[in-house]
């Protein structure tokens, strides 16, 4: 098998556009309507913010539920298809930007909550933007991230750091070469948090109703200063 990277990510959700927007936007993917969706919505609006920064938003669902509360939100994907299928749709602003790129003086501004649902898939890309994220906080922001539960979606493999094959399983016959994915345990991601600055004050574990397996972990961080 061949080295994989953050690269090879970014390639498989430029030839998946229009099956994931389909996917989301019809109610295809069970776990985000059952769970998922709801759980990272109440997770930000407990912070009761003014302002959202959404990295990797893909088509935009998670702005235009946010606008509905009056939020003002921004999303950022690298995916221009993603972005210009979000800008359309409207309830927040859209911008395409890297995760490479996200910096304080690209984006020009600070936010009362920065989310990542289910967006921080790569290695050396998850690194950099959590050196970036508290820069971009206003005083009492938080970070706010959704992602696969380590211990429910390690599988069979070994409970530790390292890239992953990835998969459509579930999923409709329109989407090809599924990205992969560099796994971490539930240690390497707080370190994530305190390596940068960052407390955890909450971590949650959305439970599936119908496999009472969790459905993802989310975890809340402030800056520690």
């Known amino acids: 098998m061949s080295k994989l990277t953050d690269h090879e990510i970014i390639a498989s959700w430029k030839k998946n556009v229009q099956p994931w927007i389909a996917a989301v936007r019809h109610g295809e993917i069970e776990n985000r309507m059952l ?19 959404d990295v990797g938003c893909g088509e935009g669902w998670l702005i235009r539920e946010l606008a509905r509360t009056g939020i ?31 910096s304080l003086q690209a984006l020009g501004e600070q936010f ?4 990542c649902n289910f967006s921080l898939l790569g290695e050396t890309s998850v690194n950099h933007l959590f050196q970036q994220i ?22 069979e493999n ?3 750091d390292g890239w992953r094959e990835g998969s459509w399983s579930g999923f409709s016959d329109a989407f090809t070469d599924p990205a992969p994915w560099y796994f971490r ?6 370190s994530l948090f305190l390596e940068n600055g960052f407390r955890l004050v909450e971590q949650l574990e959305p439970v599936n109703p119908k496999t009472r397996a969790p459905a993802s972990i989310i975890f809340i961080g402030e800056p520690a200063g």
Request: glycine share 8%; net charge negative; hydrophobic share 45%.
């Open 72 to 102: 003002n939100a921004l999303g950022i994907d690298i995916v221009p298809e993603f972005v210009e299928a979000a800008a359309k749709d409207g309830g927040g602003r859209f911008r395409v930007l890297s995760y490479e790129d996200v």
């Open 134 to 155: 508290p820069s971009l906080l206003n005083e009492h922001g938080a970070l706010i991230i959704q992602t696969i539960h380590p211990v429910a979606g390690c599988g």
């Open 185 to 190: 345990t539930l240690e390497t991601w707080k």
């Open 35 to 53: 769970i998922t969706n709801k759980a990272v919505v109440n997770a930000i609006l407990r912070r009761e913010p003014n302002t959202v920064l």
């Open 112 to 115: 009362d909550v920065v989310v």
């Open 158 to 160: 070994h409970y530790e």
